[in-house]
Structures are given as structure tokens and as C-alpha cells.
């Protein structure tokens, strides 16, 4: 088997799929309400969203394992994405930070999640990113508290049923 991998967002992925130009997508739970009737969407998990942080950042240095005031933590610079990485960000700032009620200093701006690291692990930025992110890239979590908000996203996997292989329908049933 050959597995190839192509980004893209959710309404494309999910017109792929319906298109049998993809056997999977991986989207939110929010961007099924674009999704075609005869797909079939099998959870996966949720995640988080987190404000993440390199070891270089001073508030790293300064409050290692305690909890950081929102205030402080909105006088830093904020690294984020261009684009939504979820349909269910369309409407709030593209990460899913609530600017209407906390703003931030958002300094950079990039999609690319290999500059958002680097300008995390020189101490420039934070950033709010899931939470399945910050282990693979070494970041850490700064915790923040007088902030009651959360974003949290539903995570899918989505196949068309009808076009499914053999394979495939055996891979969705070990998910269940």
C-alpha cells in the first residue's frame, strides 16, 4: 500500500472525497455542514487549543510551572496563521483566539508551522496552537489563567462508504 498525503482545507478535502479523488479527509466536526449526504464520518478525538511557548521566551523563563495573568500574556507578541486551520475559525481570529474580548499583539503572521516554531523556540512570540502540535514541534504550554475561553475542535476521519475498499472498510471498523 502507498499512502500519499495532500493538505488542504476542509471544503476541498471533503469535495474530494465526494469526488473519489480521496479515499479519506481528516476535518472538524464544523465542517460537516459542507460535507456531502453519503459520506460517512468517524470520530477520532478533539483537541485543544493551547498558548504555546518556547524555552527562550522570558514569561518560559520567568514563570516556569505557574500560572501566567491573561494581562501578561497579552502584552506579548502573537505569531498566527494566515488562514483558519479549521472551518469552525472562520468567523474568530484564524487560531480561534477570542480577540473580541482578550486582544492581542500579533506580530507575525505565517501558515507555515515550522516558522511559527522557530520564531517560538527564539523567544519572539507565542502562539495558540492545538494541542497535538506542541509535543512533535518541543513546545510548552504557558498556562494562563483569568481566561475562562476554550477552543476546542472535534476531530473526524471521513470516507465515502460506497467507493471504499476493502482495506478501508476494514481500517474505519478497527477505528470504532
Excluded at 502573537?78 to 486582544?103: C, H, K, M, Y
Excluded at 462508504?161 to 474505519?172: I, L
Aim: a neutral charge; proline letters at 4%; glycine letters at 6%.
Amino acid at each position: 500500500a502507498s499512502l500519499i498525503y495532500a493538505q488542504s482545507d476542509e471544503r476541498a478535502a471533503l469535495a474530494a472525497v465526494s469526488r473519489n479523488e480521496a479515499e479519506f479527509a481528516l476535518v472538524t466536526e464544523t465542517a460537516m455542514r459542507y460535507a456531502d449526504t453519503r459520506l460517512f464520518k468517524q470520530s477520532l478525538g478533539s483537541t485543544e487549543f493551547k498558548v504555546a511557548i518556547g524555552q527562550q521566551h522570558r514569561l518560559f523563563k520567568a514563570n516556569s510551572k505557574k500560572i501566567t495573568p491573561i494581562e501578561t500574556v497579552l502584552e506579548q507578541d502573537f505569531v498566527t496563521p494566515l488562514n483558519p486551520l479549521f472551518v469552525g475559525l472562520e468567523q474568530a481570529a484564524s487560531d480561534g483566539w477570542r480577540d473580541d474580548i482578550f486582544e492581542r499583539k500579533i506580530r507575525y503572521r505565517s501558515d507555515d508551522y515550522l516558522l511559527m516554531k522557530h520564531l517560538l523556540d527564539a523567544g519572539l512570540a507565542l502562539a495558540y496552537i492545538p494541542d497535538f502540535l506542541l509535543k512533535p514541534l518541543g513546545l510548552h504550554v504557558l498556562t494562563i489563567g483569568g481566561c475562562p475561553y476554550r477552543c476546542t475542535q472535534e476531530i473526524l476521519l471521513v470516507h465515502n462508504p460506497s467507493a471504499a475498499s476493502g482495506w478501508m472498510q476494514r481500517m474505519v471498523a478497527d477505528i470504532k
